[in-house]
């Protein structure tokens, strides 16, 4: 029978070709769930990490987009090293938070989601993270002046936050990096 147009098949299609330009082959996945076990945050999620990888295979793109799953993961990569198959469930994630953030759809991580792109204005501009200035940014516009405030101070105090910024020799192989990715990561 004719797949139709609209089947999910056909919808996931770009989003498995996205994935298999980075490497990743959702449908190598068994379900044995060695990721999920060993996600040290999993309890945060709102669907697992063997979810988000079975529901990629589906081609369930809204449900995947809206999760809070792909804004919480941390890339520690845990779950890849677990992974029989060699599912690198990081990239996956962070395939999906791109996807997401290109199609405007609201985060359901605000927060996380705010910080994610002050973070990537920052190595866009200096090639590597300016704390100060990445924090500055996120501060200004969340709104939390004053969260976290004495964490910084001893970060400060122990020398871990530099005033000044030190890009990278490599600065412009980094912005090349960036191209095509619209205003988004613009200061
Ligand atoms: S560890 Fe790998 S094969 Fe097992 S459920 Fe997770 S992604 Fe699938
Ligand atoms: S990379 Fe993300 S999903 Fe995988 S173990 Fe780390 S936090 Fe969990």
Redesign the pocket.
């Known amino acids: 029978m004719e797949a139709s147009p609209i089947s999910p098949a056909h919808s996931n299609e770009k989003l498995l070709a996205k994935l298999a330009d980075r490497g990743v082959d959702v449908h190598a996945c068994y379900q044995c769930g060695r990721?999920s076990a060993?996600?040290?945050?999993?309890e945060f999620f709102d669907i697992t990490?063997m979810e988000v990888v079975r529901l990629a295979a589906y081609g369930a793109e809204e449900q995947l987009l809206s999760s809070s799953a792909i804004w919480l993961?941390?890339?520690?990569?845990?779950?890849?090293s677990r992974c029989p198959n060699d599912i690198d469930?990081?990239v996956l994630?962070d395939v999906l938070r791109e996807l997401a953030r290109r199609k405007g759809v609201v985060p359901a991580e605000k927060r996380v989601a705010l910080f994610h792109r002050c973070f990537l204005q920052s190595i866009k501009h200096w090639g590597r993270a300016y704390e100060v200035g990445l924090i500055a940014g996120y501060k200004v516009r969340s709104g939390d002046l004053l969260g976290d405030m004495k964490l910084g101070m001893k970060m400060f105090a122990r020398g871990r936050l530099k005033l000044t910024p030190h890009p990278i020799a490599g600065k412009a192989e980094i912005k090349k990096m960036f191209a095509g990715q619209g205003k988004e990561y613009e200061r």
């Open positions: 990721c060993g996600c040290p945050i999993t990490t993961c941390a890339a520690c990569e845990t779950c890849a469930i990081a994630m």
